[in-house]
T-cell receptor
Framework: EPEVTQTPSHQVTQMGQEVILRCVPI?????FYWYRQILGQKVEFLVS????????KSEIFDDQFSVERPDGSNFTLKIRSTKLEDSAMYFC??????????FGDGTRLSIL | GENVEQHPSTLSVQEGDSAVIKCTYS??????FPWYKQELGKRPQLIID?????GEKKDQRIAVTLNKTAKHFSLHITETQPEDSAVYFC??????????FGAGTRLTVKP
């Protein structure tokens, strides 16, 4: 069964540094998403992406965040200047719209 | 925007008993309601979903009911087993495709 894959599984970064989290969505999916889950808390929506542009973003997704689909397979989340409070699990998901979203295994981001 | 409320936050049942988790949503335009199970340190996994044109859906020991008028939906797990222990999240679509999650219910099934 096709899966969403995310790399790296764990990223440790100094505060103020830039990080790029990578995702390969399921190949025939057209909608891509990033979510954040702070330890022990709920899954929070960050951004959705369709047809090479952001279709929706939450209040969490401020100017330090950006997403990109640099080629036909990868979908990346960039955090420009990381803060301590960015420490969380980041999940990528993909779907075909109006239906199930399939999640990757996540990237645990630790900001020191 | 969409707001999803989930109750209870924790639920402990004896093996073999039933478990019920309830969610309410605010956006009357929401039309897709999935339930995810998340084990510790793992990804959320879709276990069942329901669309707004259906009132109930069942898959073996798991069922979901939807009341669109009242804007609430529920997950029912019968004959619970220890491996059902996990955090369960409800979600509702918002703005066509975007999902908002409930706060989660930590289910513990005691053997």
């Amino acid at each position: 069964e096709p899966e969403v894959t995310q790399t790296p599984s764990h990223q440790v970064t100094q505060m103020g540094q830039e990080v790029i989290l990578r995702c390969v969505p399921i190949s025939n999916h057209l909608y891509f998403y990033w979510y954040r889950q702070i330890l022990g808390q709920k899954v929070e929506f960050l951004v959705s992406f369709y047809n090479n542009e952001i279709s929706e973003k939450s209040e969490i997704f401020d100017d330090q965040f950006s997403v990109e689909r640099p080629d036909g397979s990868n979908f990346t989340l960039k955090i420009r200047s990381t803060k301590l409070e960015d420490s969380a699990m980041y999940f990528c998901a993909s779907g075909q719209g109006q239906g199930p979203q399939h999640f990757g295994d996540g990237t645990r981001l630790s900001i020191l | 925007g969409e707001n999803v409320e989930q109750h209870p936050s924790t639920l402990s049942v004896q093996e073999g008993d039933s478990a019920v988790i309830k969610c309410t949503y605010s956006d009357s335009a929401s039309n897709y309601f999935p339930w995810y199970k998340q084990e510790l340190g793992k990804r959320p996994q879709l276990i069942i979903d329901i669309r707004s044109n259906v009132g109930e859906k069942k898959d073996q020991r798991i069922a979901v009911t939807l009341n669109k008028t009242a804007k609430h939906f529920s997950l029912h797990i019968t004959e619970t087993q220890p491996e059902d222990s996990a955090v369960y999240f409800c979600a509702a679509t918002y703005n066509n495709n975007d999902m908002r999650f409930g706060a989660g219910t930590r289910l513990t099934v005691k053997p």
